[in-house]
């Protein structure tokens, strides 16, 4: 009869190096990347008017996802980001988030089709006052970019200065684009891009209070997994960095 709890012993023993060594894989496959360049563009196009610098000409723009792909950088969303500092996930070795303010016809036109090509991913800040006006994009073309893999995030309802809306404003601000656009890209909205970079304790606080895990700025430098979720920074790229501005810029 004792030969029974030695085979048990056996067969736990034969069971157990197995178990140890799938735990030390997933810890090992763990390593944290502390700084995470997030980028920022606006609109992809020849300028017109005056803001110049808020524009990168397409071809610099393909140039500069090549110079990413050709250097081992991998493009992620900032729900990666978020997983990765917050819950441990995974992240390859060079990751890098590339995000486009405001919403521009360019975006569904030519950044999305330019992505596909190149395999890569980018996250889009909307502000639904802007749909389908002139320069905007429409709704159904909001839908396509998130079914196309795109991650899709909030950049309020109007664009206003949310240190200037008073307290009701600035949930309705908050919240009625989160509900407007998770409605459009049957997706979850998690991270906020505050207009024109403005934002005070109160509106992070309210942010939070209506369910976003995160928010980006426009102050310049990386992100870091030592900077409060709702005050990463990003790297602005502008006009004239061109592609050797762009590349001190990331590295
Ligand atoms: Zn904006």
Request: charged residues 20%; contains cysteine.
């Amino acid at each position: 009869m004792h030969n029974i709890p030695i085979l048990l012993l056996l067969f736990q023993l034969m069971l157990s190096p197995i178990q140890v060594s799938e735990d030390i894989n997933i810890k090992q496959s763990y390593v944290l990347r502390e700084e995470i360049p997030i980028l920022m563009y606006h609109e992809i196009g020849t300028p017109s008017g005056p803001w110049k610098e808020l524009y990168v000409e397409p071809e610099t723009f393909a140039k500069q996802l090549d110079w990413l792909a050709a250097n081992g950088y991998t493009t992620v969303a900032l729900a990666d980001v978020y997983s990765h500092w917050y819950k441990e996930t995974p992240l390859p070795e060079k990751p890098i988030v590339i995000t486009f303010d405001d919403g521009y016809l360019s975006m569904y036109e030519k950044v999305l089709p330019l992505l596909l090509s190149k395999n890569m991913q980018a996250t889009f800040f909307l502000y639904p006052s802007k749909f389908g006006t002139p320069t905007g994009l429409t709704p159904e073309m909001v839908a396509s970019l998130a079914e196309n893999g795109m991650e899709i995030g909030s950049h309020t309802y109007s664009h206003m200065d949310l240190t200037k809306a008073s307290s009701q404003q600035l949930k309705k601000e908050l919240l009625d684009s989160k509900i407007l656009l998770e409605k459009l890209t049957k997706k979850p909205i998690n991270f906020l891009c505050y207009p024109s970079g403005q934002f005070n304790s109160q509106v992070i606080i309210e942010a939070e209070k209506n369910g976003y895990q995160a928010a980006v700025t426009t102050q310049m430098g990386k992100a870091s997994v030592s900077q409060e979720p709702f005050q990463w920074k990003r790297v602005r790229i502008n006009y004239s960095d061109g592609l050797t501005g762009f590349i001190k810029k990331v590295q």
